[in-house]
């Protein structure tokens, strides 16, 4: 979504609740600058990111976050997290998805009609960030009406390997379209 586009919308944040925004996503962007140069990500390198917003909202709707295994299994830890997401982003707790580990929420700055932000300016960078984030997962996965694709780097060279085997023509398109290379 083009910022221009969000402009003509009203800012639902106070001053002082912008200004803490900005200063968590100063640290999250100095906290990702020193991940990027002190741990190397290599799935990075498996994925390519193609296409633009085609701005469905499907990201804003349902916001999840995965959480790692100690705020997963504290309670107290977990608890946390869903006040400060309540109380800075405006995100309110609506379950949990056991097997991956990600916590729901509802954004209560996403207006439905307009499908538009009524923050934009100061959105989370979970939103910001979105799909590029993703890029780091084993096998990130899209919603269905994004605008955006996930591509794998080297599909030309698989897609040479898989026609080199013995499968049948079914197989092989399964297989294709399994590991996102057609």
């Known amino acids: 979504m083009a910022a221009d586009a969000h402009r003509e919308y009203a800012v639902k944040d106070t001053v002082a609740l912008s200004l803490v925004k900005r200063l968590v996503r100063l640290f999250w962007l100095v906290d990702g600058v020193l991940r990027r140069v002190l741990i190397p990500r290599r ?3 498996y994925w390519r990111l193609e296409g633009t917003c085609n701005a469905c909202g499907s990201c804003c709707v349902e916001p ?3 959480v790692g295994p100690i705020t997963w299994h504290l309670p107290l830890a977990r608890q946390l997290l869903v006040a ?3 109380r800075i982003n ?3 707790y609506d ?3 056991e097997k991956h580990h990600e916590l729901i929420f509802r954004c209560t700055h996403y207006q439905p009609t307009s499908q538009r932000c009524d923050s934009y300016a100061s959105r989370p960078s979970m939103c910001r960030d979105y799909p590029r984030t993703l890029l780091a997962q084993a096998w990130p996965e899209l919603f269905p009406s994004c605008g955006y694709r996930v591509r794998l ?5 698989l897609r040479r390997g898989i026609e080199a085997t013995s499968l049948s023509p079914e197989a ?4 294709r379209r399994k590991l996102r290379i057609d």
């Open 43 to 45: 799935r990075w390198r």
């Open 153 to 157: 780097r080297k599909a030309e060279q």
């Open 90 to 92: 405006g995100f309110m």
């Open 95 to 97: 379950g949990q998805d």
């Open 172 to 175: 092989k398109a399964q297989l």
């Open 84 to 86: 400060w997401h309540a």
């Open 64 to 66: 999840s976050i995965h």
